[in-house]
């Protein structure tokens, strides 16, 4: 395979473009960073110039008025209590004064500094002096020589404070102007910034999607089957090399369509010849129940052109409620019906004449599972009812020919071991017991025989009443508890739920009943169990017969209603029967407007299970078993 990479990537270009984005928020945070140091610049020049020289001027000041306070103390008599005081407010001015004098940072703070300096110390002279003169006169030597040095050393302290202080609302006013400044220009920039990520964040998204927009366009147009569409490459990255492949795949498309569509309209004529010529009818349904197909053989059959039945609901085209039922049912659960529910075959009569078919059904999907349509599959099946009916004629027949010479041969061999015509030995006896038991099984066979023929022809007589299916059951079962206590099986009676009257001939359904349970003790081993039961569903009763045999193999299930019929157990047939009590139980049934199929596996015993119509008198009722 071609190895593309492309001249520059469209990572590389998302990366550019998100770098481009991170050096804006960047250069944000940086001008934010200058603001933010600058204006703490400015606010530590207001802490760290004059706010010392203030804190001095205010202590210089209280200790002035301490010293002042000690004077008049010294006045009033108070000498050691006034000079002590004094002196320690001396030393605090002092030491306040240096701090005072090392912090100059304000124009004319020096000469200040030095009035204080020169008023302070002609204050502790002119101090010395009261203390040492011993005047006569204290009190206004105080007020008119030391109180005016006091003043002027205050008022040059204050002065001292008063410059420091105007410095610093000076700084406060510069600080709170760079504050301003520092707020809208960051306000400013980041509107900018934002401004600038939102444009070219449309430019970038912009120059992504487009292409892959020209892209999708030209998905869309492939998918409509315009083969011969491009797209514009423009751009040397992965976009751009996807657009070329794209191209280069929707002009291989082309070319294999080009290349195919001879073959696949051949292909198309073959199917359409196959299915023309196939003597079935063939129709096909879509998920919706509208006929796409239609072979000729299905156009003979319901009188209608496939054109015109294109498109159109089935029952548009084909009034049949009960294949439709079908259809729709195929469609709806994605699975053919069951083999049993699609052997009743559909009547026809295109031509004046009854022909009769066999349904196929099957649900057409894609490999995803996803269903498609439905294709059914009428098979003409005419001739194998009239064969049938002409065997069923011909074993009637015969049959009923058999009886007179069995019931002879029976009476005959009766007189004989009843020593009518004369004495007979015991090995003679052995003989006319065998040949009485071959004769009624022979007659046992032709009875059955006869039931079918007359069921098959439809002249069976039904006394159809309301029966209780409960009390049917516990009838059936009565002739069975001998041979149940012989081979020691149990047998038990499972009805769920209250199941209401049935519409059903008694006699008839009684003998399916002892059917099932003579077959299932048959294959039952010593020791089994059988189970009898009755269930309602919906409109419908459904009765089971369930035994611990060996079970049916499967190939043998869908074939064990057959006539004839018999499935052999390990190895051999079970003697006593012809294969046709299940036939005849099938045939029963089916009369009464019921079904009948086993459930079986090999190991885990067989279960036969038929259904009975819910009585149309007793619907809303039920009926309370002791």
């Known amino acids: 395979m071609e190895d593309i990479k492309p001249k520059t990537s469209l990572r590389t270009k998302i990366l550019i473009g998100y770098l481009v984005l991170i050096v804006a928020t960047a250069a944000l945070a940086v001008w934010a960073i200058i603001n933010f140091v600058l204006l703490g610049g400015a606010i530590g020049q207001i802490m760290e110039r004059n706010y010392r020289?203030?804190?001095?001027?205010?202590?210089?000041?209280?200790?002035l008025e301490r010293q002042d306070s000690a004077e008049l103390m010294y006045l009033f008599g108070h000498q050691k209590e006034g000079e002590e005081l004094f002196r320690q407010a001396e030393a605090t001015f002092l030491e306040n004064y240096a701090r005072a004098k090392d912090n100059i940072t304000e124009v004319g703070e020096p000469e200040i500094i030095n009035s204080i300096i020169e008023s302070y110390t002609t204050y502790l002279h002119l101090y010395g002096e009261l203390k040492s003169t011993g005047t006569e006169e204290p009190g206004e030597f105080y007020l008119s020589t030391i109180k005016p040095h006091f003043d002027t050393t205050k008022n040059a302290c204050r002065e001292l404070l008063k410059i420091n202080q105007d410095a610093m609302l000076q700084a406060d006013r510069i600080a709170k102007r760079r504050s301003d400044f520092a707020i809208y220009s960051t306000i400013s920039l980041s509107a900018l910034v934002i401004v600038f990520g939102l444009f070219f964040g449309l430019k970038i998204s912009q120059f992504i999607i487009q292409p892959l927009q020209r892209l999708i366009l030209a998905t869309q147009e492939i998918r409509s089957g315009h083969l011969d569409y491009t797209v514009q490459e423009g751009s040397s990255d992965e976009i751009g090399i996807l657009a070329r492949e794209f191209n280069k795949m929707g002009a291989r498309l082309k070319e294999y369509q080009d290349m195919n569509l001879e073959r696949l309209v051949a292909e198309q004529k073959k199917t359409g010849v196959i299915v023309?010529?196939?003597?079935?009818?063939?129709?096909?349904?879509?998920?919706?129940?509208?006929?796409?197909?239609?072979?000729?053989?299905?156009e003979n059959i319901f009188k209608v052109r496939e054109e015109r039945a294109r498109g159109k609901h089935f029952?548009?085209?084909?009034?049949?409620?009960?294949?439709?039922?079908?259809?729709?049912?195929?469609?709806?659960m994605g699975r053919s019906p069951a083999a049993e529910e699609l052997e009743e075959p559909i009547l026809v009569a295109p031509n004046g004449s009854e022909r009769a078919f066999r349904k196929r059904?099957?649900?057409?999907?894609?490999?995803?599972?996803?269903?498609?349509?439905?294709?059914?599959?009428?098979?003409?099946?005419?001739?194998?009812?009239?064969?049938?009916?002409?065997?069923?004629?011909?074993?009637?027949?015969?049959?009923?020919?058999?009886?007179?010479?069995?019931?002879?041969?029976?009476?005959?061999?009766?007189?004989m071991l009843e020593e009518t015509p004369g004495a007979v030995n015991e090995k003679q006896k052995e003989l006319l017991h065998a040949a009485r038991e071959d004769v009624d099984r022979l007659t046992h066979l032709v009875n059955n025989l006869l039931d079918l023929s007359r069921i098959e022809s439809g002249r069976l007589e039904l006394d159809i009443a309301p029966v209780d299916p409960v009390k049917m059951i516990h009838l059936s079962l009565e002739a069975f508890q001998t041979q149940l206590q012989e081979k020691r099986i149990e047998l038990a009676v499972d009805v769920q739920g209250s199941p209401p009257l049935v519409d059903a001939d008694a006699t008839k359904i009684g003998w399916v009943i002892s059917n099932l349970v003579g077959n299932a003790l048959r294959y039952t081993e010593s020791g089994g169990k059988i189970t009898v039961g009755a269930i309602q569903k919906g409109e419908r009763v459904h009765i089971w017969v369930q035994d611990t045999g060996p079970g049916i193999p499967e190939?043998?299930?869908?074939?064990?209603?057959?006539?004839?019929?018999?499935?052999?157990?390990?190895?051999?047939?079970q003697s006593g029967g012809a294969g046709l009590g299940l036939?005849?139980?099938?045939?029963?049934?089916?009369?009464?407007?019921?079904?009948?199929?086993?459930e079986s596996k090999p190991g885990a015993g067989s279960k036969f299970i038929f259904t009975l119509p819910v009585s149309k008198t007793s619907r809303t009722q039920t009926v309370t078993h002791a």
Not at 557 to 573: D, M, N, P, S, Y
Not at 593 to 598: A, K, L, S, T
């Open 315 to 332: 029952l548009e085209v084909i009034n049949d409620e009960s294949l439709f039922n079908f259809i729709k049912q195929t469609a709806a």
């Open 361 to 415: 059904i099957r649900p057409m999907k894609t490999e995803a599972g996803h269903l498609i349509g439905v294709v059914t599959v009428l098979q003409d099946i005419t001739h194998l009812r009239e064969v049938d009916k002409m065997k069923s004629e011909f074993i009637s027949t015969v049959s009923h020919e058999f009886r007179t010479p069995l019931t002879s041969i029976s009476m005959a061999v009766g007189l």
């Open 555 to 573: 190939e043998y299930q869908g074939r064990i209603f057959e006539k004839f019929f018999q499935v052999a157990v390990k190895g051999k047939l």
């Open 583 to 598: 036939a005849i139980c099938k045939e029963m049934v089916h009369a009464h407007g019921g079904r009948i199929w086993v």
């Open 53 to 63: 020289s203030v804190e001095a001027a205010q202590r210089m000041l209280e200790s």
């Open 276 to 298: 023309d010529t196939i003597d079935d009818c063939i129709i096909v349904t879509d998920p919706n129940n509208k006929i796409i197909l239609l072979n000729p053989a299905a």
